[in-house]
């Protein structure tokens, strides 16, 4: 069983809907979260950092996290076309920069203008 | 913001040559840098940690004698694939950490590199 699972997608949704991006995990010992997104052939930027169960918001985007169920989610509201990219979660035992960071698949979205 | 470079962006080469990638932090220094591989549909894995003036730290399965890393100074690690094969082909990413942040939200990652073993 893979340590953190996600759907790979893809996913198209017209303009405006809200997306829905989700990832499970097993090890227990993960506190804290990312997402990430990757436009082809560039390398991941850090969207939203969580570390607590509830709800993060910036902007558009919305993390949240849910430890006890091992579930965690970026909601995009108002989706753009500039939005369409691979999304990837993240996650780690501890915020330490050397920590290592284990991934997801990561979803490959689209938004349909 | 903080950006990293990786050159070259793309690279085909023939089975059994050797290949050296670089990351550069353009505009902070960073004592960390981390390589990844991605192969197509697959999830970024850590392939190894380097630190500038030490060692890396390689990841289980990970063959240290193939993939030579060298973080000389602390704007730049190398990473050479040895004795290139076709399974080596992937994308290659760098990430570097701010040396003035502990933290991993400063954790930066570069364009990648694309890399076609024949």
């Known amino acids: 069983q893979k340590e953190v699972e996600q759907d790979p997608g893809p996913l198209s949704v017209p303009e405006g809907a809200i997306v829905s991006l989700n990832c499970t995990y097993s090890?227990?010992?993960?506190?804290?979260f990312m997402w990430y997104r990757q436009y082809s052939r560039k390398g991941p930027e850090l969207l939203m950092y969580?570390?607590?169960?509830g709800n993060k918001e910036d902007g558009r985007f919305t993390a949240q996290v849910d430890k006890s169920s091992k579930y965690i989610s970026l909601f995009i509201r108002d989706s753009q076309p500039s939005d369409s990219a691979t999304y990837l979660c993240?996650?780690?035992?501890?915020?330490?920069?050397?920590?290592?960071?284990?991934f997801g698949t990561g979803t490959r979205l689209t938004i349909i203008p | 913001g903080a950006v990293v470079s990786q050159h070259p962006s793309w690279v085909i080469c023939k089975s059994g040559t050797s290949v050296k990638i670089e990351c550069r932090s353009l505009?902070?220094?960073?004592?960390?840098m981390f390589w990844y591989r991605q192969f197509p549909k697959q999830s970024l894995m850590l392939m190894a940690t380097?630190?500038?003036?030490?060692?890396?730290?390689?990841e289980q399965g990970v063959e240290k004698d193939k993939f030579l890393i060298n973080h000389a100074s602390l704007t730049l690690s190398t990473l050479t694939v040895t004795s290139a094969h076709p399974e080596d082909s992937s994308f290659y990413i760098c990430?570097?950490?701010?040396?003035?942040?502990?933290?991993?939200?400063?954790?930066?990652f570069g364009p990648g590199t694309r890399l076609l073993v024949l």
């Open positions: 990430s570097a950490r701010d040396q003035n942040s502990y933290f991993q939200e400063t954790q930066y």
């Open positions: 090890n227990s010992a993960f506190q804290y």
């Open positions: 969580t570390y607590s169960s």
């Open positions: 993240a996650m780690s035992i501890s915020n330490f920069g050397n920590e290592k960071l284990t």
């Open positions: 505009d902070f220094q960073a004592t960390t």
């Open positions: 380097s630190n500038e003036g030490s060692k890396a730290t390689y």
